[in-house]
């Protein structure tokens, strides 16, 4: 997984070089500090696929071409079997699948996201990122963490959110969930 974040990392760095974007202004649009921006961009610090999406919108090219190097070439339809999305891990309990990948000019992203339980680990570590989410529970039990509310919401369930409030998600019941998740 380490490898997969520097590779991403330097793609960011790449792409924004040749963009002509400073550090600070990248910072300064994601809301975070130079520091920790840089960090994201060595690869130091792991990036969220929220972050992503909008560093990738900042930098006018498909979050694909960051996540996989390759631009997207579909613009009429593109068909994503089950289990075939572009793997996304992220963070140790978070699988995120690319559902639309190779779909050129997206407005959304979406993801099938599998949350794997993390007995005794305490709350979640949040993150934010600019834009709106919106999550529909496909099976098992998840607890989201938004701003100052705790809400569990089971398969069927749904949420939409501002997701500049911070968040987290967590399983339920010692199983996975997964849930379909749109960022936009």
């Given at each position: 997984?380490q490898q997969k974040i520097q590779e991403i990392a330097s793609r960011i760095r790449e792409?924004?070089?040749?963009?002509?974007?400073?550090?600070?202004?990248?910072?300064?649009?994601?809301?975070?500090?130079?520091?920790?921006?840089?960090?994201?961009?060595?690869?130091?610090?792991?990036?969220?696929?929220?972050?992503?999406?909008?560093?990738?919108?900042?930098?006018?090219?498909?979050?694909?071409?960051?996540?996989?190097?390759?631009?997207?070439?579909?613009?009429?339809?593109?068909?994503?079997?089950?289990?075939?999305?572009?793997?996304?891990?992220?963070?140790?309990?978070?699988?995120?699948?690319?559902?639309?990948?190779?779909?050129?000019?997206?407005?959304?992203?979406?993801?099938?996201?599998?949350?794997?339980?993390?007995?005794?680990?305490?709350?979640?570590?949040?993150?934010?990122?600019?834009?709106?989410?919106?999550?529909?529970?496909?099976?098992?039990?998840?607890?989201?963490?938004?701003?100052?509310?705790?809400?569990?919401?089971?398969?069927?369930d749904s949420i939409f959110f501002d997701s500049d409030s911070e968040h987290a998600m967590?399983?339920?019941?010692?199983?996975?969930?997964?849930?379909?998740?749109?960022?936009?």
């Amino acid at each position: 997984m380490q490898q997969k974040i520097q590779e991403i990392a330097s793609r960011i760095r790449e792409l924004r070089e040749l963009s002509g974007v400073s550090v600070e202004h990248m910072a300064e649009v994601l809301h975070l500090p130079i520091l920790t921006y840089q960090r994201l961009e060595n690869g130091s610090e792991d990036i969220a696929v929220g972050l992503l999406f909008q560093i990738a919108t900042e930098l006018k090219v498909d979050l694909a071409l960051l996540l996989t190097g390759e631009k997207p070439r579909l613009q009429i339809f593109t068909v994503t079997r089950q289990g075939k999305g572009i793997s996304v891990e992220r963070r140790k309990q978070y699988t995120y699948q690319s559902l639309a990948a190779n779909f050129m000019n997206k407005k959304i992203e979406p993801f099938l996201v599998t949350v794997e339980p993390a007995p005794g680990a305490g709350q979640p570590q949040k993150n934010r990122h600019p834009g709106q989410e919106f999550n529909y529970v496909l099976e098992g039990r998840l607890r989201i963490f938004i701003h100052d509310h705790d809400i569990v919401l089971e398969s069927g369930d749904s949420i939409f959110f501002d997701s500049d409030s911070e968040h987290a998600m967590e399983a339920l019941d010692g199983r996975p969930a997964r849930f379909l998740a749109i960022i936009f």
